[in-house]
């Protein structure tokens, strides 16, 4: 029997030194005590585990770290951006800058609350972390500005909001986090429906690796990302794992820049790496797009992490994650001298231009009324190409997935389309809570595609004749909308706040006010911004750019 290569251990994605600045939160509910044989254990009270998290989930619901925001600054001034991307990078860091202010939180999906903690060996609680981290979930979610968006199962059909946004994702590891044994070490994540619906896994084999097949595939899947998670992006690849499952977590990891630190090559210690150069390619891929910052362009993405990882000779797990331009995590410790919790940008303001407006290229923008009949706003909308950008004013009619569901059980009882989708564009949204003041809480678009198999049926119904959301639809949309003469218009993914502050005048329930921010809403709004996606001719900005360009040897 032959004897296996001698024991040696590397952790599976070692994490490097902790280069974050971080700022003390407090440094009461911690102590230091003596413990046999001359260690030192540090307490942890359940209060602190609390304070800590409600302050992180508030922190990244409000501010963003400083690369982020210099990376939108850059876009701005990059001269190879399009117009497009520098409007849309510009309308991000007036959204960040309102989001700052702690009133109105810079997304209006504040998302599941994820958090993963390591925990030394020398760190002592009472052992209900879990619920104590939870707690400061639910602080965060009810006393601020934020939506309440997780359903408890009742049946395998029946749901109901919670009203919490419990329960959070919590996970707690027995590590000593960067060998410190005395201390304990988080990642809180704030993960829209958005970007976490843009997780993707595909099992591949050994034929994947090399550059050409590489570089083939990549231009193929991440085409399929779309806008709908509102880029530009964060994107992470993970290829390889020891299971789907971790290679997922890996990307996810990754797409928060909690893996920048790793090594850069690999060894027989079979621990992960970063592919630099790699990364720098598909940068430069995803630039030649046409997809752009949401409206074509080169600003797909910020930046690329790619993370290899070892696997299975009979597996080949790629994982694909992407973090959006509401980037929310924060990383966090408890030690001997307080709890502490990463330093976010609070003025945002000093990363907007000196010029706003006039920074920008001069580019046609077309006013539309939407105080008019529904035929003379398809007239005027049917005079413009698709890419057009457009200032709205006037009504909206706000309805999404529940309703959509709801609508299409009087359809097919018979029932007639409800007037309020005849006679006015339909927004696909979902507002935050509104705070004391304001007409509205954030009140950003969520997710069109969600809303694709209802189109055909509401326009041959005269209804949803102008829809307005975030990201490409289906063929099925375009065809309906050149069969009954609809439009789809795109609105910019991820200033949700400025929204709710600039553009929202008012609004008011319609229908369905027990579904809470799944109501049927009314809104009037003041220059709102948005671009023609697909026309009532048939035509779809992003038909040309999702398709793929490379072959096998070509690049």
Known sequence: MSRGAAFTYSPLLPTGDDLTEYRLVTDEGVDVVEGPGGRRFLTVEPSALTQLTAEAMHDIAHYLRPAHLTQLRAIIEDPKASPNDRFVALDLLRNANIAAGGVLPMCQDTGTAIVMGKRG?????DGLDEEAIALGVYQAYTRL??????????TMWDEKNTGTNLPAQIELYAEDPNGHPDAYKFLFMAKGGGSANKSYLYQETKALLNPQRMMQFLDEK?????????????????????SGEHALKTAKLASAKYLDNMPTAGSMLAHGF???????????????????AQFGGRYFCHDVRVIRLPRHGA????????????DRQAVAKITPSGVWLERLETDPARFLPDVTEDHLEAEQVVKIDLNRPMAEIRAELSKYPVKTRLSLSGPLVVAR????????ERLDAGEPMPEYLRDHAVYYAGPAKTPEGYASGSFGPTTAGRMDSYVEKFQAAGGSMVMLAKGNRSQQVTNACKTYGGFYLGSIGGPAARLAQDCIRHVEVLEFPEL???????IQVEDFPAFIVVDDKGNDFFEAVTKPVLSIGKR
């Not at 500005?145 to 009742?154: G, H, K, V």
């Not at 597996?315 to 509401?326: E, K, R």
């Open 516 to 522: 809470g921010m799944e109501a049927v809403w009314k």
């Open 315 to 326: 597996s080949c797990p790629v994982a694909i994650a992407v973090s959006c331009s509401a």
């Open 274 to 292: 970063r592919d630099v150069e790699l990364e720098a390619a598909v940068l430069e891929l995803t630039r030649d797009f046409g997809i752009g």
């Open 145 to 154: 500005n934020l939506r309440y968006s997780q359903l408890a199962p009742l």
């Open 121 to 125: 060996r020398h760190v002592l609680t």
């Open 222 to 242: 991440l085409r399929l990302i779309g806008t709908s998670a509102c880029p530009p992006y964060h994107l992470a690849i993970v290829i390889g794992g020891t």
């Open 401 to 408: 997935d529940i309703a959509h569901a709801k609508i299409a």
